[in-house]
């Protein structure tokens, strides 16, 4: 079974600051991987995905991520904070090739931006 | 349209009644899910099309909950005889074809249920 564990439902940084958001996973098979963003009484959007090329994967707005598969981490960064980055923020896993099924998506972390 | 539109986008019913929510995937796209996101709880799997077809109806929560798909298109969630913790918000998410991961979202139904 794929889950996925995202540390911290909140955290806070100020504008300017680096941004790093936690995302572990776990997957019986070689997994996709994504992050969403969901802005205020917004859906999801995709801001970037992982599937088996290139290790580390550059997003929109500034965002990156980086698959480690020794320690079983997906985790975001952007190296200075902005307001308008202010948002819940999502992990999600999917076993690929495995069904159709979607995604197994964390609890998210809310990212509050200080000015 | 251009992208994913629920329907209504807030709902507010009694206990016991029953309520219908609708999405209207983007064109061309074959796959659609809905999921329920709960405060605090993330976001909740609830079933997908691929088509008109749904193959994997394991997260409906109970047999309150049906959903269809028709045309390849527009897809209703029924929910039956509402509880209080039904409330949640609903959203709805389709893709160009299963797999990708690549899920556009609606901005979602928000029910309570008083």
């Known amino acids: 079974a794929q889950s996925v564990t995202q540390l911290g439902s909140h955290v806070s940084v100020s504008e300017g600051a680096l941004v790093l958001l936690r995302c572990n996973y776990s997957?019986?098979?070689?997994?996709?991987l994504f992050w969403y963003v969901q802005y205020p009484n917004q859906g999801l959007q995709l801001l970037l995905k992982?599937?088996?090329?290139?290790?580390l994967v550059k997003g929109i707005n500034g965002f990156e991520a980086e698959f480690k598969k020794s320690e079983t981490s997906f985790h975001l960064t952007k190296p200075s904070a902005h307001m308008s980055d202010a948002a819940e923020y999502f992990c999600?896993?999917?076993?690929?090739?495995?069904?159709?099924?979607?995604?197994?998506f964390g609890k998210g972390t809310h990212l509050i931006i200080q000015p | 349209g251009a992208g994913v539109s629920q329907s209504p986008s807030n709902k507010v019913t009694e206990k016991g009644k029953d309520v219908e929510l609708r999405c209207d995937p983007i064109?061309?796209?074959?796959?659609l899910y809905w999921y329920r996101q709960s405060l605090g709880q993330g976001l909740e799997f609830l079933i997908y099309?691929?088509?008109?077809?749904?193959?994997?109806k394991s997260g409906l929560p109970s047999d309150r909950f049906s959903a269809e798909r028709t045309g390849g298109s527009v897809s209703t969630l029924t929910i039956q005889r509402t509880q209080q913790e039904d409330s949640a918000v609903y959203l709805c998410?389709?893709?160009?074809?299963?797999?990708?991961?690549?899920?556009?979202f609606g901005e979602g139904s928000r029910l309570t249920v008083l």
């Open positions: 998410a389709s893709s160009f074809r299963v797999n990708t991961g690549e899920l556009f």
């Open positions: 997957s019986s098979v070689p997994p996709y």
């Open positions: 992982y599937t088996s090329a290139a290790t």
């Open positions: 999600a896993v999917s076993d690929q090739g495995r069904g159709a099924d979607g995604l197994t």
């Open positions: 064109s061309g796209h074959t796959a």
């Open positions: 099309f691929q088509g008109n077809s749904a193959p994997d």
